[in-house]
C-alpha cells in the first residue's frame, strides 16, 4: 500500500534523510525507531507530504507529487507529534476537519461526518470531551483529540509520529490497541515512529531503525531489537526479555562513573562488531 524508495530530504542544504526506503503493505504496522535528531519525523512529515523531498512515495501506486493536497490527504492520515491546536474550537468541531477532504470545495459535514466523527471519539475514551474546546484538555487529551481527527479521515495510510508521547500508561495501551483493531478491521496500513522500544516491539510487524538519517537495519521485532544493536545505536546498557507479545526493552542501570563516559571496552566490542 505504501512504497518509500530511496527518500532524501534536505533541510537548509542539510540531508536530514538520506536514500531511505521502506514498504508497508495493507494491514500492516511498521515502526520506525532510532535515538534523537535520526530523522524519524522528517521521514513521517515526508509521507504525510509536508517536506519536499528526493525519491518516490507512492501509495495505491500514486505518486505524492502526482496526487494535489485533498486527494493525499484521502490516501494518508498523519497524527503530528506536536500538534498546533486552535484553542477556541470544540473537539467535535476539530475533529470533523479530517472529513474535510472527502467534501467538495465549500461543503459541509453531513450526517455520516458526525457519525463518524462521534464513533471515533468514544473508542478513542472522548465522548463526553465532545463540547469541550480544545483549550480545556490536558496534553494527553489533546494527542488522543488529534488522533481522532486523523482516523475519522478514513484513508488507508495512517502515519503517526509519536502518537504515545503525552499519554498515560493506559491511554498509551488503548490508543495502540485501537490503531491494531483499525488496521485489521479496514487493512489499514500504519508507519509509526516510536521512541518507546518495549510498546514498538509488542505491536510493530517489523522494525526500520534509522541513525543519522539513514536507515541502518530493519526485520522482525525479535531480529531488530537485540541488546547489540540498542548499544550500537542508543549507546544504552539494556536487557532484552522474551515477552508473550514482543521483546520487552529493560534498562540497566549504570554505575554513576560510567554514565556519560567513554564507552567500556565491552561496548567498543559490540560497535566493532556492528560495523
Not at 511498521?30 to 521521514?43: C, D, E, F, M
Not at 491546536?85 to 465549500?106: I, K, Q
Not at 538519517?213 to 539494556?238: K, Q, Y
Request: glycine residues 10%; hydrophobic residues 45%.
Amino acid at each position: 500500500m505504501l512504497e518509500v524508495s530511496r527518500v532524501t530530504v534536505r533541510l537548509g542544504g542539510r540531508p536530514v534523510l538520506a536514500e531511505v526506503s521502506l514498504d508497508v503493505a495493507p494491514g500492516a504496522f511498521v515502526g520506525v525507531i532510532g535515538p534523537n535528531g535520526a530523522g524519524k519525523s522528517t521521514l513521517a512529515r515526508a509521507v504525510a507530504g509536508l517536506v519536499v523531498h528526493d525519491g518516490e512515495i507512492l501509495v495505491a501506486d500514486r505518486r505524492r507529487d502526482e496526487c494535489g493536497a485533498r486527494a493525499w490527504a484521502r490516501l494518508v492520515a498523519y497524527v503530528p507529534q506536536r500538534p498546533v491546536l486552535p484553542g477556541g474550537m470544540t473537539v467535535t468541531d476539530y475533529v470533523l476537519l479530517g472529513r474535510s477532504a472527502h467534501h467538495p470545495y465549500l461543503g459541509a459535514e453531513t450526517a455520516r461526518d458526525r457519525r463518524v466523527a462521534a464513533g471515533v471519539l468514544e473508542r478513542l475514551d472522548l465522548g463526553g470531551f465532545a463540547r469541550r474546546t480544545l483549550a480545556e484538555l490536558s496534553g494527553g487529551e489533546s494527542q488522543r483529540v488529534v488522533l481522532a481527527r486523523a482516523l475519522v479521515q478514513e484513508a488507508p495510510v495512517l502515519v503517526m509520529d509519536e502518537p504515545t508521547t503525552s499519554l498515560d500508561l493506559g491511554h498509551s495501551q488503548r490508543v495502540l490497541a485501537l490503531t491494531d483493531e483499525l488496521r485489521r478491521e479496514r487493512a489499514l496500513s500504519v508507519l509509526c515512529t516510536l521512541h518507546d522500544l518495549t510498546l514498538a516491539g509488542q505491536h510493530a510487524d517489523r522494525l526500520v531503525v534509522l541513525r543519522a538519517g539513514a536507515a541502518i537495519a530493519e526485520g522482525t521485532p525479535a531480529e531488530v531489537l537485540t541488546e547489540a544493536l540498542v548499544a550500537t545505536v542508543f549507546d544504552a546498557d539494556v536487557e532484552i526479555l522474551a515477552g508473550r507479545d514482543g521483546p520487552i526493552v529493560v534498562p540497566r542501570l549504570r554505575p554513576a562513573s560510567s554514565r556519560h563516559t567513554t564507552p567500556s571496552p565491552a561496548a567498543d566490542a559490540t560497535r566493532s562488531v556492528a560495523r
